[in-house]
Antibody
Framework: QVHLAESGGTVVQPGTSLRLSCVAS????????FHWVRQAPGKGLDWVAV????????YYADSVKGRFTISRDNSKTTVYLEMNSLRPEDTGVYYC???????????????WGQGTTVTVSS | DIQMTQSPSSLSASIGDRITITCRAT??????LNWFQQRPGQAPILLIS???DSRRGVPSRFSGSRSGTDFTLTITSLQPEDFASYYC?????????FGQGTKLEMK
């Protein structure tokens, strides 16, 4: 069945790096765009980044631009989020979700993973 | 960047009530507006896409509408499972911002 599974979350110190993975199954991976969305404890949803179906377009929230990099490997049906220079305010649950995008994203994030928890603390 | 202002931030209602949640965009986003429901400890669920397209499997008591840059989520005849948090999100142009969220609580 259609499924997304995030992994890689852990406890890290400020200033360090971490890579999250999102493995997809059950659908045509290379026809979908993917978003990363995070949620700090007790807070709302915070959009982080998106990558187009072919990797040709990437966009980032201002709060992570220059520190985070989104990428994908269509042969492994996996999306990544490379996070550098981590800050305490990056703490939260990180979700990946699929969508369909051309100039805008038009289908809605209809499939989400269960999330992976990142804690940035000294 | 496009900002989304969602209101109210919290709402107290009873089983069977009709409620509305509103999101306003700071500029035109056409109908690139989605609504999500999130229960505690769970991933969000897409309820409505493109402002008014209800997703398959979503109960018909959930509906969305648009008037210019104002968007509304309406839930008629609240059921116990509807008490959750709700978020709007624009996907017209990046960054694809969410509203601040509305926590729907039982009166």
């Amino acid at each position: 069945q259609v499924h997304l599974a995030e992994s890689g979350g852990t406890v890290v110190q400020p200033g360090t790096s971490l890579r999250l993975s999102c493995v997809a199954s059950g659908f045509s991976f290379n026809t979908y765009a993917f978003h990363w969305v995070r949620q700090a404890p007790g807070k709302g949803l915070d959009w982080v980044a998106v990558i187009w179906y072919d990797g040709s377009y990437k966009y980032y929230a201002d709060s992570v631009k220059g520190r985070f990099t989104i990428s994908r490997d269509n042969s492994k049906t996996t999306v990544y989020l490379e996070m550098n220079s981590l800050r305490p305010e990056d703490t939260g649950v990180y979700y990946c979700a699929r969508d369909r995008c051309s100039t805008s994203c038009y289908a809605g994030m209809d499939v989400w993973g269960q999330g992976t928890t990142v804690t940035v603390s000294s | 960047d496009i900002q989304m202002t969602q209101s109210p931030s919290s709402l107290s209602a009873s089983i069977g009530d009709r409620i509305t949640i509103t999101c306003r965009a700071t500029q035109n986003i056409d109908n690139y507006l989605n609504w999500f429901q999130q229960r505690p400890g769970q991933a969000p669920i897409l309820l409505i896409s493109r402002a008014s397209d209800s997703r398959r499997g979503v109960p018909s008591r959930f509906s969305g509408s648009r008037s210019g840059t104002d968007f509304t989520l309406t839930i008629t005849s609240l059921q116990p499972e509807d008490f959750a948090s709700y978020y709007c999100q624009q996907t017209y142009s990046g960054p694809f911002t969410f509203g601040q969220g509305t926590k729907l609580e039982m009166k």
